[in-house]
């Protein structure tokens, strides 16, 4: 079966998550659904992120969900719950990208896990990322309907006492918002740790930078994502098969 660009987008997003450490070992999961369908490819059950290649995702059909639940050894169940759910009713959610990642998941577990403007990554997600906040344990049927009521029309949410889950139409678009957040929640907790006062800026210049982060001239996304298959072509290809 020919593997698609999608499948090697997805598997190189992977492949990136692994090399910065964001994520937790052969937990979290990322999802893309296939073009002009509500079927999603994902990772399945017991695979490391640094090892996932496009053939090895498995391809999740609406219409075999129940079948797929009763196999975890194939799939683990909270990806199918948690990201069927969400593919179905967040219509801009054609790719989900789910991690625990250090930072995100320590902001995640302050008791106000607001994220402030403070520079232009944390500006980026200014009024722009949902809150989840009423953690009920891991991620099956009734949890994961309770996530995909709270993401709205954001690109990310996060999940309070658990971590992050960002989206976009495109792979690309999923894994630089996944990248900024991150980046965004080690600066807002490293000047947390200083126990200086935070230099926060005004509402309208928080916003005025989301919007030109919002309306940057190239996608920035996409060529996020070609250059980190760039420096995967020449250093590890095998992510493609």
């Known amino acids: 079966m020919e ?3 999608l499948q090697k987008d997805l598997a190189a997003a992977f492949r990136w998550t692994a090399k910065l450490n964001m994520h937790e070992g052969i937990a ?3 999802s893309v ?9 994902v990772n399945g059950s017991g695979m490391h ?3 996932i290649k496009a053939s090895d995702l498995v391809l999740v059909e609406q219409d075999k969900i129940e079948e797929l639940k009763k196999n975890p050894d194939l799939i683990d ?22 991690v625990h990642s250090k930072y995100a998941t320590a902001l995640s577990a302050l008791k ?9 990554n944390t500006m980026r997600f200014y009024n722009r990322v949902a809150i989840y906040d009423d953690f009920g344990g891991l991620g099956f049927e009734e949890e994961s309907n309770k996530m995909a009521n709270s993401i709205g029309n954001n690109r990310s949410m996060l999940l309070a006492n658990h971590g992050i889950l960002t989206t976009g139409q495109t792979v690309a678009q999923a894994f630089d918002e996944l990248y900024y957040f991150e980046k965004a929640c080690e600066t807002y907790i490293t ?9 926060i800026v005004t509402p309208e210049v928080a916003e005025k930078t989301a919007q030109d982060w919002e309306n940057y001239p190239t996608g920035l996304g996409e060529l996020h994502l070609k250059a980190i298959r760039s420096i995967l072509d020449k250093e590890d290809p095998s992510y493609k098969q």
């Open 3 to 5: 593997i698609s660009e």
């Open 28 to 30: 979290n999961h990322f």
């Open 33 to 41: 659904c296939k073009p002009n369908s509500d079927d999603f490819y």
């Open 49 to 51: 992120f640094s090892t």
């Open 77 to 98: 169940p909270t990806a199918i719950n948690i990201h069927g759910a969400i593919h179905k009713k967040a219509p801009h959610a054609r790719c989900i990208l789910h």
């Open 112 to 120: 106000n896990p607001e994220l402030p403007p403070i520079d232009q």
């Open 191 to 199: 000047a947390l740790s200083t126990n200086k006062e935070l230099n």
